[in-house]
T-cell receptor
Framework: QKEVEQNSGPLSVPEGAIASLNCTYS??????FFWYRQYSGKSPELIMF??SNGDKEDGRFTAQLNKASQYVSLLIRDSQPSDSATYLC????????WGAGTKLIIKP | GAGVSQSPSNKVTEKGKDVELRCDPI?????LYWYRQSLGQGLEFLIY????????KSGLPSDRFSAERTGGSVSTLTIQRTQQEDSAVYLC???????????FGNGTRLTVT
């Protein structure tokens, strides 16, 4: 069964530090990978998507994909209290498979 | 531009009643998903529509649940004879194509009393 694994957390990071969120997946055929942020009581919102091996940067966010090792990561630089949320990763081949999410807490 | 629109935003219903939840996707988006999310839980896939293809209904939890998508646009999720365990937030998402990122609506919070 295809799975996406995330540590549920909570992951506590001091303000200003780098938050590192990781996700492993089982489907070697996966083509697309997505990171979503979900605030409590709100819908998921897209942060990053990545299709190719390597790094993709967008502002304070960097997505890293390693298809050989089957993991995708999200780095958040200069973490802010407003980054506190649950982060969901998802991978797509024929089906879209979601991780259960990692709760991130940024401590002032 | 307009995002994914869901209505109603909140619905309280009595056990045994039928409910209809509506989703209006982003214009031009061919893919439409329904998910369910209980408090503190992850996303539970319900159903997926892609263009004119037959929908993937593999996530519907029982035959009380059904969904349709008319004209490749608006979708309605219907829950018949609601039960208390149906209480959750029902999320709709659309995407431009199968491999494109999903855009979520604000959800419908369903409470069955």
């Amino acid at each position: 069964q295809k799975e996406v694994e995330q540590n549920s957390g909570p992951l506590s990071v001091p303000e200003g530090a780098i938050a590192s969120l990781n996700c492993t997946y089982s489907d070697r055929g996966s083509q697309s990978f997505f990171w979503y942020r979900q605030y409590s009581g709100k819908s998921p919102e897209l942060i990053m998507f990545i299709y190719s091996n390597g790094d993709k940067e967008d502002g304070r966010f960097t997505a890293q994909l390693n298809k050989a090792s089957q993991y995708v990561s999200l780095l958040i630089r200069d973490s802010q209290p407003s980054d506190s949320a649950t982060y969901l990763c998802a991978e797509l081949n024929y089906q879209l498979i979601w991780g259960a999410g990692t709760k991130l807490i940024i401590k002032p | 531009g307009a995002g994914v629109s869901q209505s109603p935003s909140n619905k309280v219903t009595e056990k045994g009643k039928d409910v209809e939840l509506r989703c209006d996707p982003i214009s031009g988006h061919t893919a439409l998903y329904w998910y369910r999310q209980s408090l503190g839980q992850g996303l539970e896939f319900l159903i997926y529509f892609q263009g004119n293809s037959a929908p993937d209904k593999s996530g519907l939890p029982s035959d009380r649940f059904s969904a349709e998508r008319t004209g490749g646009s608006v979708s309605t999720l219907t829950i018949q004879r609601t039960q208390q365990e149906d209480s959750a937030v029902y999320l709709c998402a659309s995407s431009l194509a199968h491999v494109s990122p999903l855009h979520f609506g604000n959800g419908t919070r369903l409470t069955v009393t």
